[in-house]
């Protein structure tokens, strides 16, 4: 036998090997040895909860590969769509396969007018345009009932195909929606970005051409974020597919998680951070309160990356190309100040705290015209693929239905009191 570890229960003296496998151990063999007794594990950070082939991070060495293909390759040199086709299908698309795959994307776009007409028009006018997204996506699945057909491989791919190419759409006329803008059709002789683009800013010109630099970093931005592994709305997405629900409402769900400031919302606060500073001068006295309990810095450190994220490195090059564009963010010198005093100090060295990717994505939205409240719904449009790809592979692995146990902590079993005497 390889690597493996063995377990005894005191209690008996009864012991079991378990083999080393990917880094994990079966369960199976535990629940064997020791039933009734349940692993203890908050918010699943020890536990692999499935095995799967889409994407690597190793957190200590600051690597992150989609189907074994390094972010740094795929960012420079691929395309969204086409890493899209890599998370679903696991290998990269020939020339045909691209363009079949382009195709199909590009003509799903349009959403249904009754979806436009009187689903978003029912909004209250303020209504924030992530809450409007989860719920536009959950009420696709009543246009398309077939939906529910998950065996079906056509069936499946047409929602896939449906799913990654509307949610732009959904994304933008969300925005318009709650700024007082009227929709915005699709253009489909545009790329997949510079369509998105499109619906968001178009006015009155026939034709909306954004400026190339802006919509190719966009789509290197939304391929840092298609996929990253068993995160909370990954998570999400596979604990409500396991139940066999239809893929827009396990997309909804998978919004819904990342809807909450804790997964979605970073980017966000690093623009709060950075405006509260108010001024480079100001960063010394910053990172000195923070060393001191009295406040947190936003944009470092990561959950898994216990060394540089691999993401920053390349979104950071992509702020400069976009900064040439737009003119600098006023907010840049401030994070650039704070970048370099930070990495300076053992404190933060010592915790690894390093910038991870929404230390500039935020920055970057901003700077392109985004507000703040469309930093997550810019989030979700490309995390639909990495939802998808897992969402397809648990169903292809026949995966049970998520139930995880529980350590009761309540009363013991205790008589009925009637009102009347308590």
């Given at each position: 036998m390889g690597e493996s570890i063995t377990i005894t229960d005191n209690r008996t003296g009864e012991s079991v090997e378990i083999p080393i496998e990917y880094g994990g151990i079966s369960s199976e063999p535990f629940k064997k040895l020791l039933p009734g007794v349940w692993f203890e594990d908050e918010a699943f950070t020890a536990t692999a909860a499935t095995r799967s082939a889409i994407t690597d991070i190793d957190?200590?060495?600051?690597?992150?590969?989609?189907?074994?293909?390094?972010?740094?390759?795929?960012?420079?040199?691929?395309?969204?769509?086409?890493?899209?086709?890599?998370?679903?299908?696991?290998?990269?698309?020939?020339?045909?396969?691209?363009?079949?795959?382009?195709?199909?994307?590009?003509?799903?776009?349009?959403?249904?007018?009754?979806?436009?007409?009187?689903?978003?028009?029912?909004?209250?006018?303020?209504?924030?345009?992530?809450?409007?997204?989860?719920?536009?996506?959950?009420?696709?699945?009543?246009?398309?009932?077939?939906?529910?057909?998950?065996?079906?491989?056509?069936v499946r791919y047409k929602q896939i195909t449906r799913l990654i190419a509307k949610m732009p759409t959904l994304a933008a006329a969300a925005y318009r929606f709650s700024v007082g803008m009227p929709f915005v059709y699709p253009d489909?002789?545009?790329?997949?970005?510079?369509?998105?683009?499109?619906?968001?800013?178009k006015v009155a010109e026939p034709r909306y051409d954004a400026n190339p630099a802006l919509a190719k970093a966009l789509d290197v931005l939304f391929i840092l974020h298609a996929d990253h592994e068993q995160n909370c709305g990954t998570t999400a997405m596979r604990v409500v597919g396991s139940s066999h629900a239809d893929p827009y409402s396990a997309t909804a769900a998978a919004a819904a998680a990342l809807y909450g400031p804790r997964h979605g919302g970073a980017n966000e606060a690093v623009i709060k951070m950075l405006t509260e500073i108010g001024s480079p001068d100001n960063v010394p006295a910053f990172v000195e309160s923070v060393k001191q309990g009295k406040g947190r810095l936003q944009g470092f450190g990561h959950r898994v990356y216990k060394n540089y994220d691999p993401r920053a490195q390349i979104i950071k090059q992509t702020a400069d190309e976009v900064f040439e564009v737009t003119g600098k963010n006023p907010l840049l010198d401030i994070a650039l100040k704070l970048e370099e005093v930070a990495l300076s100090d053992d404190y933060f060295i010592s915790r690894k705290l390093y910038p991870n990717v929404d230390f500039y994505s935020g920055l970057i939205y901003q700077a392109m015209g985004f507000p703040t409240e469309m930093f997550t719904v810019l989030f979700a449009i490309p995390r639909t693929a990495g939802w998808l790809a897992h969402w397809q592979e648990l169903i292809e692995q026949d995966q049970r239905i998520a139930r995880p146990r529980q350590l009761y902590t309540g009363a013991g079993e205790r008589p009925y009191v009637p009102i009347s005497e308590r």
């Open positions: 957190g200590d060495a600051g690597i992150l590969r989609y189907r074994g293909y390094p972010i740094e390759q795929l960012a420079e040199h691929s395309t969204y769509l086409e890493v899209a086709y890599l998370l679903i299908f696991g290998e990269l698309p020939t020339t045909e396969q691209l363009e079949q795959w382009t195709h199909d994307i590009t003509y799903h776009t349009y959403i249904h007018e009754n979806m436009r007409k009187r689903f978003l028009e029912g909004f209250h006018y303020d209504a924030h345009p992530m809450g409007m997204l989860v719920s536009s996506v959950a009420a696709l699945s009543t246009f398309y009932e077939n939906a529910k057909d998950i065996f079906d491989e056509e489909n002789s545009l790329s997949f970005s510079a369509n998105f683009l499109s619906t968001m800013w």
